[in-house]
């Protein structure tokens, strides 16, 4: 593999893909899996929407479409900033991406020079170090405390900031953590970025929808910084819309250019159906989310439970998302029936996964090595089944 260029040889496989492989190859040689690692809805998407996309194609958007997003699913976007986050857009300041993903390695791409340090919240999303490497920026993971449900304060990321940090990224709701930032926490933390205007903010909301506690909040909406944040937005986890791969982004209007000319470099934009359907699921609102949040509400409280029956998990209660993120720091050092040692998170992983049968994600993909991911959007039935089969390996180690 020599010949591999160094920028994918230094990258690290995605830690949820690989777990999701490996269940896949147990459930195929007919093993019962109850694969907790994926972070996606287990809904179809909403039946309106898949009627748009039947339609597009019945009416002909079969063409390139404009780079940053048809002009029509932009202004959608900036509606639905407007209504949902009371937020003020143009729709030359939104660009519609193959998913958040790309949304954010396009912002990433387009701010972080080689050196630049990006200061990440830990736990974070797995990808965002490896993006940030990928644009050959230096990854700054800031953890939170379990104490403060894993949450960042202002004086924390006040105290990391250093002449060579150009930006700051963060998700709320948060994966995998499911914390969520309260208006009080973002105020504090938009005061800090106002002090420091050659800093900006990369706020992942794609989980907005997602949240137990009523309220969402912005960083954008403190009007000081607006200009310094970059929202990330998409389909996929509020309209259960995975694989239509369609996300967005806002940010003023230079950045949203770069990002533009970077996709239309890359991709030359996102698929034209996938647009249509994105543009009838914005104008149904948020009733079809609602209701999937109403199930991902009850399977916390429900996963909530049955973890606090297993002695050694130390689990947050998340406001937001679909997971849970127990601290597992109490099995290390113990020994499995076969006589191996359990010595971090991802051994813990792999043993529930071949005693237990239930997939789920080490925390040291998260930045956070005491901890395991279990995502929570799975039928009660499953988890139930899942949190007893957990329990049941965990208490054979030894
Ligand atoms: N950001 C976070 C925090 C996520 O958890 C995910 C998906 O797991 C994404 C972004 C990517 O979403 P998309 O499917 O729109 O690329």
């Not at 999701?20 to 007919?30: F, Q, V, Y």
């Not at 963060?170 to 002090?195: H, K, M, W």
């Not at 937005?233 to 000319?261: E, H, P, V």
Request: proline residues 5%; negative net charge; charged residues 20%.
């Amino acid at each position: 593999t020599a010949y591999l260029s160094d920028r994918v040889l230094h990258m690290q496989e995605s830690a949820t893909i690989a777990m999701a492989k490996k269940s896949r190859e147990l459930a195929a040689k007919g093993v019962d899996v109850v694969n907790l690692s994926f972070g996606e809805p287990d809904f179809q998407t909403p039946q309106y929407i898949k009627d748009a996309a039947k339609q597009a194609l019945d009416e002909g958007f079969t063409f390139y479409t404009p780079v940053p997003g048809y002009l029509d699913l932009r202004q959608a976007i900036c509606d639905k900033f407007q209504r949902d986050n009371n937020l003020s857009y143009k729709p030359t300041e939104i660009v519609v991406s193959t998913g958040a993903k790309q949304s954010l390695t396009n912002a990433v791409l387009a701010l972080v020079n080689p050196g630049d340090e990006v200061i990440i919240f830990s736990p974070y999303w797995v990808s965002y170090a490896a993006i940030v490497e990928l644009a050959d920026g230096v990854p700054v993971p800031i953890m939170g405390s379990l104490d403060n449900d894993y949450k960042v304060t202002a004086a924390e990321f006040a105290a990391a900031i250093t002449p060579r940090t150009k930006l700051v990224m963060y998700s709320s709701p948060c994966n995998p953590t499911g914390a969520v930032f309260s208006r009080a926490e973002l105020s504090a933390i938009a005061d800090v970025l106002a002090q420091h205007p050659h800093i900006f903010a990369l706020a992942d909301e794609i989980y907005e929808y997602i949240n137990f506690t009523g309220e969402h909040v912005s960083l954008a909406q403190f009007a000081a910084v607006k200009d310094q944040v970059i929202t990330v937005n998409g389909f996929s986890k509020g309209y259960a819309m995975t694989g239509w791969r369609l996300g967005y982004m806002a940010a003023r209007q230079d950045i949203a250019a770069a990002c533009d000319k970077l996709q239309g470099q890359i991709t030359s934009g996102t698929c034209s159906i996938a647009q249509r359907a994105g543009l009838a699921a914005l104008k149904g609102g948020r009733a079809s989310a609602d209701e999937m949040v109403a199930a991902y509400h009850r399977r916390r409280d429900l996963v909530l439970e049955l973890a606090k029956d297993i002695p050694g998990l130390k689990t947050p209660t998340p406001d937001g998302a679909f997971y849970i993120f127990p601290d597992v720091s109490a099995f290390f050092g113990r020994t499995a029936p076969d006589g191996s040692t359990i010595n971090d998170s991802s051994d813990l992983a792999l043993y529930l996964l071949n005693d237990a049968h239930v997939a789920s994600v080490s925390g040291d993909s998260f930045g956070a090595p005491d901890c395991i991911r279990f995502s929570t959007a799975a039928a009660d039935e499953k988890l139930r089944v899942a949190f007893e089969r957990i329990k049941v390996s965990l208490a054979k180690l030894s």
